[in-house]
């Protein structure tokens, strides 16, 4: 069943979504003239699809860890085990270089555990459509999963738009429980 579908036309689309990065490069530096290692641009007229918008970001440099760089979509908790899907669209504007980016999983319930995916797509100039599934166990029923895609895995641009994401209904036919995700503290001074 699919559970939340994201488009990127309006804030109040864009508003409960995020995005975690780091500042700097791999060596822990920061990069030439300062700022942030991805940029991002989540109502994007260049990104979109079919609508209006889409989401665009600039990963600078790799990072490290690539987790250092996520879309963060939503945190889902199912009532009964089955298969989450991740189906999104995404292409790069130019060839090289070629960015590439993944599905993560994690269970935060269970001390942030990645339940994660091995799959990693490297873009192309023409939209590809992405789906990734993952079965989730008995035991991850009534556990916050957070859902999200690994931007930082290579340098490059990205556009995506048409995100759904997909989970097992209840018994009583009710759908999961979809809820904004849980965003970094900001440090203290």
């Known amino acids: 069943m699919r559970a939340y579908t994201l488009g990127f036309e309006s804030d109040d689309a864009v508003s409960h979504i995020g995005v975690v990065h ?26 979109a699809l079919g609508g209006g918008a889409g989401a665009m970001f600039n990963v600078l440099s790799p990072l490290a860890p690539p ?74 029923v009534g556990h916050k999963i957070e859902v999200g895609v690994q931007l930082g895995r290579s340098a490059g641009i990205i556009l995506m738009d048409d995100v759904e994401v997909w989970a097992p209904r209840a018994s009583d036919g009710n759908p999961p429980r979809i809820m904004p995700p849980i965003m970094p503290a900001e440090p203290k001074p």
């Open 22 to 47: 780091t500042v700097g490069s791999k060596s822990g530096g920061t990069l030439p003239g300062g700022g942030s290692s991805v940029r991002a641009q989540l109502r994007s007229p260049h990104a």
């Open 67 to 140: 987790a250092a760089a996520r879309l963060i979509l939503c945190m889902l908790t199912t009532a009964l085990p089955g298969t989450i899907k991740v189906v999104f669209w995404a292409r790069t504007p130019t060839a090289h270089p070629a960015p590439r980016l993944s599905v993560d999983l994690f269970d935060t319930t269970s001390d942030w555990e990645w339940l994660g995916s091995p799959d990693d797509f490297k873009l192309t100039t023409t939209w590809q459509r992405i789906e990734v599934t993952h079965q989730l166990a008995a035991s991850r």
